[in-house]
C-alpha cells in the first residue's frame, strides 16, 4: 500500500509537472514568442520601408542626372555666353530685315526677369537667364505675321509674352505691331 501511495504521488507531482511545463510553454513563452512575432513584423516592416526608400533614392538619382543632362543640353536652344544677349538682338534685326519690316522702337533690358534662384544654387552654378525686349514693329499683316512666325521658329529659344496691334491711319493696309519678346541667355557662372 505503501508502494501504491508513493505511485499516486508521484503521477500527481508528474501531472502538476506536466500542467506546469504546458502552461509555462504555452501561455508564458507562447506570450514571448508573440511578441517577438510582433516586434520582427516591426522590424521586417521598417526593413521594407528602407528598401522602398533606397529604390526611390535610386529612382531620385538617376532623375537627377536626366535632368541635369536635359538641363545641359538646353546650350542648343539656348544662346550660350556673356556675349548672348547682342547675339540675339543682332537675330532678331537681321529677321526683321529679312522681311522687310521696321523696327522703330527697340527697347531691351539687361535685368534678369527670372526668379532669383542663384543664391539657392548648392550643386551647380549653370543657370539660365532671361531677359525681357520690347520691340515696335512697322509693317503689313503678312509681313509681321511672316516676322513672328520665323521668330518663334529660330534655333535659339525667344519667346513672345505679348503682342499689340493696331493699324496705321496716314497709309493704308500698315499696322503697327508692340511686341515683348523674352530671350535665354545660359551660363555656367554666376
Not at 509555462?24 to 506570450?31: E, F, H, I, L, T
Not at 543632362?69 to 546650350?75: G, V
Not at 523674352?182 to 555656367?188: A, G, M, P, Q, S
Request: charged share 25%; with cysteine.
Amino acid at each position: 500500500m505503501n508502494y501504491r501511495n508513493t505511485f499516486f504521488a508521484l503521477v500527481f507531482v508528474l501531472l502538476i509537472a506536466t500542467i506546469w511545463w504546458v502552461w509555462a510553454d504555452k501561455y508564458v513563452n507562447g506570450q514571448q514568442i508573440s511578441n517577438h512575432k510582433e516586434e520582427l513584423a516591426k522590424l521586417e516592416k521598417q526593413f521594407q520601408d528602407l528598401i522602398e526608400v533606397q529604390e526611390s533614392y535610386d529612382k531620385v538619382k538617376v532623375r537627377h542626372q536626366s535632368k541635369l543632362a536635359e538641363f545641359d543640353s538646353l546650350k542648343t536652344r539656348i544662346v550660350y555666353g556673356q556675349d548672348a544677349y547682342i547675339r540675339h538682338l543682332e537675330s532678331i534685326r537681321n529677321l526683321a530685315q529679312k522681311q522687310n519690316i521696321q523696327i522703330s522702337t527697340l527697347s531691351p533690358s539687361m535685368d534678369d526677369s527670372f526668379p532669383a534662384i542663384k543664391s539657392k544654387l548648392r550643386f551647380t552654378k549653370k543657370h539660365i537667364e532671361r531677359y525681357t525686349v520690347q520691340i515696335r514693329l512697322l509693317g503689313n499683316f503678312l509681313t509681321i505675321g511672316a516676322f513672328l512666325e520665323e521668330l518663334l521658329n529660330m534655333p535659339v529659344m525667344i519667346n513672345i509674352g505679348r503682342i499689340t496691334m493696331e493699324t496705321e491711319l496716314t497709309s493704308a493696309g500698315n499696322l503697327a505691331c508692340e511686341v515683348i519678346l523674352y530671350t535665354y541667355v545660359f551660363l555656367d557662372q554666376i
